[in-house]
Every structure is written in C-alpha cells, then in structure tokens.
C-alpha cells in the first residue's frame, strides 16, 4: 500500500508539471511562428500627436509636417502645439480650407440711406471660425463686423432676443495672419473695442479669432479664442 501511495503521489507530482510545461512549449512555439512575420513590421514611429515635436504631426504613424496640402489657393499655414492652422492671406477671405477669394467689397453703396446693416443670430448650430465664415457667405451675408459702439449694441441686442445666457458667438475679427486684429468680413481694422479685461490674452499662444462671450455680469464682451473651438455665428446682412 505505500509503494502503491508513493507511485501515486509522483505521478500526480510528474502531471503537475507535464501540463504547463506543454503549454509552456505551445506558447513559445506560437510566438516564434508569429514572430517572422511581426519582424516584417516596422514599429511605428508615433501613434499619437503628443510623441512628436511641436512643429509636427502624426500622420500614417510618421511625425510630419501636417501643413502641405491642408491649406489650400491664397492661404497661409502655421502650426502651434502640433495643429495646424489655416488662414487667408491678406485681400482674400474665405474658407482657407477649400481656397481663399479675392476680397470684394460687399458695404453698402454710400449715400442710400435705405442700405442698413442688420445682424442675426444663428443658434442653431455650433461651428468653428472658418465654418462659421462659409456659413454666413451661404445664406447671403458674411460673419459679423463691429465697427462701431451703435454696431456693438446692436448686436448685443440681438444675443438678448435669443434669452441664451453664458453662451459665445462669433464675429469675424482676427489677428491671423497678421499678427493684427481685422474684420476679416470687410478687411478693416478695428477702431471700436470692447475687451474683457485683461483680454486680448493669447492664451496658450493658440487664441487667434474674436468672440463675444458673458462673465462676471459683465454682460457680453470681446474675448480672443481657438479659431477651432465651436460656437454660434452672427451673420450680417445689408437691407
């Protein structure tokens, strides 16, 4: 009985270590076929934006400058923090995206005192600054210029027809590629502002487009911001 035990007990012993041996085997059998075709892959050099340098994108797994071919006829390109961002060269406007126009006048004709300008609030959909421009171009205006304090209050006017509080809506001011604020709708130069303070900021070196927001029951005023981030447009139009 206890040779019988014994012989039981190291063939127990023996299987415990038979089975993980053999998977031990498959395992590494599996890895090694695997493994010469794994061999035929490069690793990729990126996966995402962050593991390239600044001035760089990742693209197909490759840091790479994204700026070829994103911004298209009579735009400029710049990069900041790895994206890239698109704007129309001087006398031109648009959406640099799909190719820049050569600015024309849209004022009105000096002397109709029937020709006033009007502004509407587009609450509908929210949509980023270069959106925003081609938006307005479609339904026969052009995103919002504030030339003026009457001009301003017009349009504060208007955000308070909609009741929306704390919201943000754009106009067509920015300071790209210039480096100098412009109404890129008519091509001027501010000479009316309405800053929150402290602001124009550039924060993050990234905020390029004009907005107006609400804070501290200051009621709605000027802020610079991402041309990338979403908002409501204000379109205008001459009657």
């Given at each position: 009985?206890?040779?019988?035990?014994?012989?039981?007990?190291?063939?127990?012993y023996?299987?415990?270590?038979?089975?993980?041996?053999?998977?031990?085997?498959?395992?590494?059998?599996?890895?090694?076929?695997?493994?010469?075709?794994?061999?035929?892959?490069?690793?990729?050099?990126?996966?995402?934006?962050?593991?390239?340098?600044?001035?760089?994108?990742?693209?197909?797994?490759?840091?790479?400058?994204?700026?070829?071919?994103?911004?298209?006829?009579?735009?400029?390109?710049?990069?900041?923090?790895?994206?890239?961002?698109?704007?129309?060269?001087?006398?031109?406007?648009g959406?640099?995206?799909?190719?820049?126009?050569l600015?024309?006048?849209?004022?009105?004709?000096?002397?109709?005192?029937?020709?006033?300008?009007?502004?509407?609030?587009?609450?509908?959909?929210?949509?980023n600054?270069?959106?925003a421009?081609?938006?307005?171009?479609?339904?026969?205006?052009?995103?919002?210029?504030?030339?003026?304090?009457?001009?301003?209050?017009?349009?504060?006017?208007e955000?308070?027809?909609?009741?929306m509080?704390?919201?943000?809506?754009?106009?067509?001011?920015?300071?790209?590629?210039?480096?100098?604020?412009?109404?890129?709708?008519?091509g001027?130069?501010?000479?009316?502002?309405?800053?929150?303070?402290?602001?124009?900021?550039?924060?993050g070196?990234?905020?390029?487009?004009?907005?107006?927001?609400?804070?501290?029951?200051?009621?709605?005023?000027?802020?610079d911001?991402?041309?990338?981030?979403?908002?409501?447009?204000?379109?205008?139009?001459?009657?």
């Amino acid at each position: 009985n206890l040779k019988l035990r014994l012989n039981k007990e190291v063939t127990d012993y023996s299987a415990m270590w038979v089975q993980p041996t053999l998977c031990i085997c498959v395992l590494v059998s599996v890895g090694c076929v695997f493994g010469q075709d794994f061999n035929l892959i490069p690793l990729p050099e990126c996966i995402t934006n962050e593991e390239c340098d600044q001035l760089l994108t990742c693209i197909d797994f490759k840091c790479q400058d994204p700026c070829p071919g994103i911004c298209r006829g009579n735009a400029t390109c710049e990069i900041h923090n790895r994206v890239p961002y698109c704007g129309c060269k001087p006398g031109f406007s648009g959406n640099p995206f799909t190719g820049c126009q050569l600015e024309t006048p849209k004022d009105p004709p000096s002397g109709n005192p029937r020709c006033r300008k009007v502004y509407k609030i587009e609450h509908f959909v929210k949509i980023n600054w270069y959106a925003a421009l081609i938006h307005c171009q479609s339904h026969g205006g052009r995103l919002a210029s504030i030339e003026s304090q009457q001009e301003n209050e017009m349009v504060k006017a208007e955000i308070a027809k909609t009741n929306m509080r704390d919201d943000r809506f754009w106009t067509s001011g920015t300071d790209y590629p210039l480096g100098q604020w412009v109404w890129m709708s008519s091509g001027n130069s501010p000479t009316f502002f309405d800053w929150l303070p402290g602001e124009p900021n550039n924060k993050g070196g990234d905020e390029r487009c004009l907005h107006l927001s609400e804070e501290d029951e200051e009621g709605y005023m000027w802020n610079d911001v991402e041309c990338l981030a979403e908002m409501y447009p204000i379109c205008e139009y001459f009657e």
